[in-house]
């Protein structure tokens, strides 16, 4: 489902938590507008088309958002211009009540970023959701490139720091902020 009046270029929202600021993911560069007191940024997302959408019910029109699964993974590869990936993690653990295992399978298969898969997969697991964890981790290859966990964040140089069996390297120190 689309919206008429947004085109074929915007698909699918990532719902905020503040209800002043929502993010759109656009298949083509589009600036951002403010219509009263909501602002709205726009991401592009080169397979958006594919992203499994879910409709929301009670709306005066139809609306369709991304999946929650969806989500998450929009949430972990924008999480850099989303207030970091521990702020993302707060997201997807409130998330989590509205995941399930079918949607994650529906979300893996139009992910193309083995990356985010990575990500996902180690947030997931961080938070002790290990069904979901091991669900992401069938999507991945067997041989891994090292992921960051947060792109702008400083790099550690220890080898040890890659979590296994993601190959992302917590760069932010999630982990032990988490236990």
Not at 33 to 48: C, N, T
Not at 104 to 124: C, D
Request: charged share 25%; with cysteine; hydrophobic share 45%.
């Amino acid at each position: 489902m689309q919206n008429p009046k947004m085109g074929k270029r915007s698909l699918c929202l990532i719902p905020s938590q503040a209800l002043q600021v929502t993010q759109v993911l656009t298949t083509k560069p589009m600036r951002p507008i403010d219509v009263g007191r909501l602002h709205v940024d726009f991401y592009v997302k080169a397979h958006l088309r594919q992203t499994p959408l879910s409709a929301l019910a009670g709306m005066p029109a139809p609306l369709a958002v991304s999946s929650p699964e969806a989500t998450a993974l929009d949430l972990i590869a924008f999480s850099y211009r989303l207030g970091g990936i521990r702020r993302v993690t707060e997201v997807v653990a409130d998330l989590k009540r509205v995941m399930s295992l079918v949607g994650l399978r529906t979300a893996l298969r139009a992910e193309t970023q083995t990356s985010v898969k990575q990500r996902l997969g180690y947030v997931l697991s961080i938070l002790g959701l290990d069904r979901m964890a091991e669900e992401v981790r069938r999507t991945l290859p067997k041989r891994l490139a090292v992921a960051l966990l947060q792109s702008q964040a400083p790099v550690a140089r220890r080898t040890r720091d890659v979590r296994q069996p993601w190959m992302v390297l917590d760069n932010v120190g999630l982990e032990t902020e988490r236990t």
